[in-house]
């Protein structure tokens, strides 16, 4: 396993750097090469979480790491690795960008350049969930940052420009902030190691004091401030209530592919960033803000379902679906216990398989509609059998139907919640059960009006979905199923790592 998180990195750098030198009319080259340089890093994330030895990340341990000095002058190292939080992301990474290939050969226009980023897109993605250093995690993040503006930007629809800058305004302004609180953390304790932090952290020696003014300011201490900093940028990529305004109009507006991604991948940037590199390092703040997480948390689930309710654009609806979901994520992390936070990473990959397969399904029919509008639908059950009967299960599954992985993602969060040691978090799950009815409500309310009825006869000769379009789609069906009926398979993963993390914020709530 030695160097195996760095190959997953940086083979796709590798595929984008040939494709750069590949002459634009290569098309099928391109396209080959894309498939290759997604399926390597997929075949040995693969390897990579059958290896995993779930007991490692009980005592805070990292696996398969990889640390030696990058830039010395600031002592920033190249230190990565791997625990039972952020392995099923960098799986669930590999996987979508895999499917992101092939789902993209319906895209015509600059096809080099889009693959290319497409690329590097995964290249700051994997980053992310395995930087073990803050200045390394900063760099990967802004890596992100950029291709994702321009698949937008250039491949999107009609108001594609006004979408990526919303979204690249939002996002860096979160960076900024984070950066500000990374510096203020480097000065303050002389490292910019995570699990250092951490340490730090948990012994009482992060407290700002060496900085200006003790740390404070405007009466607020230094770890509060450093908090709400790093938590607003995370929070704005999740997207919590009311950073969230960005998401709709980059949804809408990508290509369906990155929409895939975005909802898929990126939102979960934010929630692994709360759990790594936030909520462990400044666990007193953290504490002390739990229940208004928990707020902002049950808000969003109840807000994203009751707009989603709203929406007449398919892709629209979808898109606030997603702010309602991960919600759970900060309920259940706030709740600061095993169960609730089991289940908001659990959420995080389940959310994962089924946004991103509920994009698949709104790109289907736009390939052949040209529209989204919900209500000017009706009937295609009939010329189109299995797109209707794949796009109910997938339904079925975002909206946390018993068998599917959601139900036990948020189960298992509500339950934590409930548990909560702070009582006030049992009148926040009662509040959040609203958002799980209306769910269920927009959802069926959409498979009405898109299958059922008389056909409207514009769309009677449309054909079936193809066998690219079915390849993109099962797997992330089949992992809904499978993780609904034996959540071991990813719990048992999970599980030490965040009975470590509960500990180590509740070390600090006592």
């Known amino acids: 396993m030695e160097n195996i998180l760095s190959l997953i990195t940086f083979i796709p750098l590798v595929g984008m750097m040939v494709i750069i030198c590949l002459p634009k009319q290569a098309i099928g080259l391109i396209k080959g090469v894309s498939l290759v ?62 499917l ?47 291709p994702m503006y321009f698949l937008i930007g250039i491949w999107g629809g009609p108001r594609r420009e006004y979408a990526a800058i919303k ?28 699990p250092l932090l951490v340490e730090m952290a948990s012994n009482g020696t992060l407290t700002g004091a060496s900085l200006p003014g003790g740390g404070e300011l405007l009466g607020m201490s230094f770890s509060t401030w450093a908090f709400w900093f790093l938590f607003v940028g995370f929070a704005i990529k999740i997207p919590v209530f009311p950073f969230h305004t960005w998401l709709p109009d980059a949804h809408v507006q990508a290509p369906t592919p990155i ?44 807000y994203g379902s009751f707009v989603a309710l709203g929406q007449t654009d398919f892709k629209r609806m979808v898109a606030y679906s997603s702010v309602s979901h991960m919600g759970y994520v900060l309920l259940g992390t706030g709740a600061l216990t095993v169960w609730g936070t089991d289940g908001a990473a659990m959420q995080m990959f389940a959310h994962g398989t089924s946004s991103a397969a509920m994009f698949m399904v ?26 209707w009967g794949l796009t109910t299960f997938c339904f079925f599954a975002a909206l946390g139907l018993p068998t599917m992985s959601g139900f036990i993602a948020e189960a298992l969060t509500l339950v934590g919640a409930f548990q909560s040691s ?89």
Not at 363 to 382: C, E, K, T
Not at 470 to 478: K, T, V, Y
Not at 481 to 492: A, E, M, Q, R, T
């Open 362 to 387: 709104v790109g289907v029919i736009y390939d052949r509609a040209h529209h989204r509008d919900l209500n000017g639908f009706g009937g295609l059950s009939q010329p189109m059998p299995v797109y």
């Open 167 to 194: 979204f690249f305004l939002y996002t860096l302004a979160g960076s900024v902030l984070m950066l500000i609180a990374i510096i203020a953390l480097r000065l303050d304790s002389g490292t910019f190691s995570i």
């Open 259 to 302: 929409s895939v991604i975005l909802a898929g991948i990126l939102l979960k940037l934010g929630g692994y960033g709360l759990m790594r590199a936030c909520f462990p390092i400044l666990p007193g703040a953290f504490v002390e803000n739990a229940y208004f997480l928990g707020i902002l948390g049950a808000f969003s689930i109840v």
């Open 422 to 510: 702070d009582t006030r978090f049992q009148a926040l799950v009662l509040f959040s059960v609203i958002g799980i009815v209306i769910t269920a409500a927009f959802l069926l309310w959409a498979i009405q009006r898109v299958f059922l009825g008389p056909l409207n006869e514009k769309y009677k000769d449309y054909p079936d979905m193809n066998f690219r379009e079915i390849f993109c789609m099962a797997p992330l069906l089949f992992l809904c199923l499978l993780l609904g009926v034996f959540p071991h398979l990813i719990l048992d993963k999970m599980e030490p790592s965040i009975t470590h993390l509960v500990n180590l914020l509740q070390s600090a709530a006592n």
């Open 37 to 98: 340089a997604t399926g390597i890093p997929l075949v040995l994330a693969t390897q990579l979480y059958f290896a995993y030895d779930p007991a490692h990340g009980a005592d805070g341990s990292y696996w398969a790491e990889e640390q030696f000095a990058w830039i010395k002058m600031i002592n920033a190292n190249y230190h990565v690795g791997v625990d039972g939080i952020s392995l099923p992301l960098v799986w669930l990474t590999s996987l979508l960008l895999f």
């Open 100 to 146: 992101g290939v092939p789902a993209s050969f319906g895209i015509k226009k600059s096809q080099k350049a889009y693959y290319a980023l497409l690329l590097l897109l995964e290249v700051g993605i994997f980053g992310v969930f395995i930087s073990l250093d803050y200045f390394l995690f900063y760099v990967f993040w802004e890596i992100m940052l950029l």
